[in-house]
């Protein structure tokens, strides 16, 4: 099952703050973040396991709420860079074994 | 180090043709995948490889869809015959990993296929 994103869209100025949030129905093992920018392919930003930790990457950070089956990723003082279409990918364990299924995607533009 | 490399790059061929793309995987990784991307239906994984051994193929499309991974090098997606509605763009991506996904996955540039 495709873990939910929010917001499908977000369009911020140089230097705002922004949240995009993961939620999955199931039991997640880990989620990752990846950002993809138009015609590319897409890049890994961070994974975040089973322990409900946080992660910090410069001001791209992230947390995972495994009770609650949640993460949520934090970009601070957005910069142009920022700007593309962020996936989490949740991981799931089936009777195949482990998945990694994708989130439909967060497009976000950071405007001068 | 090189990357993950696809071939080609873009391909556009008509209806009942038969599709072949190609990936070759970051050295040292033992984990293959294969995802299908399109406006509709976002990022889908079609199958993974681990140690060249096909592990969950459930997101294959239908039978005129096949994946092999004969080597540690080298994999193959094919399509024959292929339809309109396979128009996407695929890219392949590789990993190291033991037990669980829990390890970054590399993407290539993927191929852009159109099929007439």
């Known amino acids: 099952q495709q873990p939910v994103q929010s917001p499908q869209a977000v369009i911020l100025r140089e230097g705002e703050d922004a949240v995009i949030n993961c939620s999955s129905s199931?039991?997640?093992?880990?989620v990752h973040w990846y950002r993809q920018k138009h015609g590319e392919a897409p890049v890994f930003l961070m994974i975040?396991?089973?322990?409900?930790e946080q992660k910090g990457h410069e001001k791209i950070s992230a947390s995972f709420n495994e009770k609650k089956q949640q993460s949520s990723l934090y970009l601070t003082a957005s910069q142009l860079s920022y700007s593309g279409t962020y996936f989490c990918g949740t991981e799931t364990r089936e009777t195949s074994g482990s998945r990694l299924t994708f989130g439909e995607g967060t497009q976000l533009t950071v405007n001068p | 180090d090189a990357g993950v490399i696809q071939s080609p790059r873009h391909e556009v061929t008509e209806m009942g043709q038969e599709v072949t793309l190609r990936c070759k995987p970051i050295s040292g990784h033992n984990s293959l995948f294969w995802y299908r991307q399109t406006m509709m239906r976002g990022l889908e994984l079609l199958i993974y490889?681990?140690?060249?051994?096909?592990?969950?193929d459930s997101g294959m499309p239908e039978d005129r869809f096949s994946a092999k991974m004969p080597n540690a090098s080298f994999s193959t997606l094919k399509i024959q015959p292929s339809e309109p509605r396979d128009s996407a763009v695929y890219f392949c991506?590789?990993?190291?990993?033991?037990?669980?996904?829990?390890?970054?996955?590399?993407f290539g540039d993927g191929t852009r296929l159109s099929i007439l």
């Open positions: 991506a590789s990993s190291f990993i033991g037990a669980g996904l829990n390890q970054p996955q590399h």
């Open positions: 199931k039991a997640l093992y880990s």
């Open positions: 490889f681990n140690n060249n051994v096909p592990i969950d």
């Open positions: 975040l396991l089973k322990g409900g």
